[in-house]
């Protein structure tokens, strides 16, 4: 089982994907967790958005 991690360290890694400019795979490797395990501290709204972000990239 992976390490627990508080509400405050979920809500900052959201904040950073949306104001940073990253790509959430590059938020996730740089904070030491699993996109997928980022994915599900996003809202459904905001992986459409960034999905649909990442897609539209060179």
Do not use: H, Y
Not at 5 to 25: C, Q
Request: glycine residues 6%; contains cysteine; positive net charge.
């Amino acid at each position: 089982m992976g390490t627990a991690r508080t509400e405050e360290f979920r809500k900052d890694a959201v904040r950073i994907v949306r104001a940073s400019g990253l790509t959430p795979r590059q938020v996730a490797g740089d904070l030491g967790v699993r996109l997928s395990t980022l994915n599900k501290w996003m809202t459904p709204l905001e992986r459409v958005a960034f999905n649909r972000f990442c897609i539209l990239l060179p």
